[in-house]
Structures are given as C-alpha cells and as structure tokens.
C-alpha cells in the first residue's frame, strides 16, 4: 500500500484524492460490497485552506479533525462557502469541550468514557442538534490510547443509551501501529454486531483496504490525500 500512495512533495491533493476513491472501489468490489456503503474521511488535521479547498473542490465533503479547537479556527470560514461539507471528529474529546464539538460537528468518534458522555447529552438536549456518535474500542488495551477496553464495551454502550439516552451509531478503533490490523477489525465488527451498531469507523491510510474486507463503513484517510505532516 505505501508505496502507492503518494507523498507530499510528488503529489497534488485532488489527484492523491482521486487515487485513494479507485483505491476504495477496488476494495469493495473485491469484498462484494456496494461503494455507496463506504464513506471517506479526508483527515484534514494540521493542513489548512489552502490544502483543503482544493480537496473540497475536487468532490470531497467529508473531512476528519483531530482537536476541536482547530477545526474551530478553521473551518466556519470554508463551511460558509462549501455548505455542504460534513465534518467528524475522530481525536480525542475533552468534556469540556463538548459544547463546541456538538456544535461544530456532524459525527463524533471518540465517546469512550462517562463524563464526556455526560457532558454530550447536556448540549445535545440544550443544543438540539444530534451528532453521529461512536464508541472508540481500545482493541489493543494500550495504556496512552483513549477508548474503552473491549472486555467493557458491551456495558459502556448500555450505559451510554440508557443512562446518557445517547444515540450510538457505531464503533471507531485504532489497532496498535506494531500489530497486523485484521483481528483489531474483526474484533471491533464483533462487539458492533452483537450491539446492534451497523456503523465501523475503521481504516486509515496505511490499512483502509483491509479495514473494507472487515466491514469498515467510514475510513480515515490522511496522508494518502494530503501527504505527510
């Protein structure tokens, strides 16, 4: 895979765009899959306008950030003119910054503890707006990863609908960078399905065709669009 995808000095965005969609379109004809049933989130976290409105303008409308208070700054002035653009919050959420993220976003994949829980449902009732929400899994158990421990997953989503009355429409997980990815996705597609949860956000850009073989409804997809940080 890397060494198709483009990289930052040799590539233009819409073009490395326009690599990755045929990439995504091999992958779900090789699993059977329709590829209307994938969605691509273009990680724009750290690029700025000038990177992304070449993206936006090439057909992209899907864009991930990591920290919330950068999509802040940068992204009601691009928003205003591209309408349109959905964004996804696939970092880390600090409940103190929910406010903001249920204002600003449309999905959110990183719910995976009970005060952001907490923090969420008050602005969604104040707010009335209702972001797609997902559970991030911790499917390696690593100390430094956010997420909710696999063993603990099927509770926390209870917890999240009966005692949050949050809406959960998926999973999102980032299996460990030393580790084959294949089972972190299966894993992740087991918990989902015996929860009821069609959504797996799954997938980034070293390893997004595998994560399409294991069910991925939403890949994060970085570097292979906008080159490396």
Not at 10 to 22: D, Q
Not at 80 to 106: C, E, M, R, Y
Request: hydrophobic letters at 45%; glycine letters at 6%.
């Amino acid at each position: 895979m890397t060494s198709e995808h483009p990289s930052a000095e040799t590539s233009h965005s819409p073009s490395a765009l326009a690599e990755v969609e045929a990439e995504i379109a091999r992958a779900c004809a090789e699993a059977g899959r329709d590829r209307a049933s994938v969605t691509l989130i273009a990680v724009s976290k750290t690029f700025g306008a000038d990177n992304i409105v070449p993206v936006i303008e090439a057909g992209q409308r899907v864009f991930g950030e990591n920290r919330v208070q950068e999509a802040k700054a940068k992204w009601p002035a691009m928003s205003a003119t591209h309408p349109d653009v959905v964004l996804h919050l696939i970092g880390p959420l600090q409940s103190n910054k929910a406010k903001d993220a249920v204002a600003l976003f449309h999905a959110i994949h990183s719910v995976d503890r009970p005060s952001v829980c907490q923090a969420l449902a008050k602005e969604i009732q104040s707010q009335g707006k209702h972001p797609e929400l997902f559970v991030q899994i911790n499917t390696g158990e690593e100390a430094q990863k956010a997420g909710v421990a696999p063993a603990q997953a099927d509770a926390f989503i209870a917890s999240c609908r009966k005692d949050y009355g949050l809406t959960i429409s998926g999973l999102m997980c980032i299996p460990p960078v030393n580790e084959a990815p294949a089972p972190h996705f299966a894993l992740t597609g087991k918990i989902a399905a015996r929860n009821g949860l069609r959504n797996l956000s799954m997938g980034m850009s070293a390893d997004f065709t595998v994560a399409i073989k294991f069910g991925a409804t939403h890949v994060r997809v970085g570097s292979a669009i906008f080159g490396h940080r």
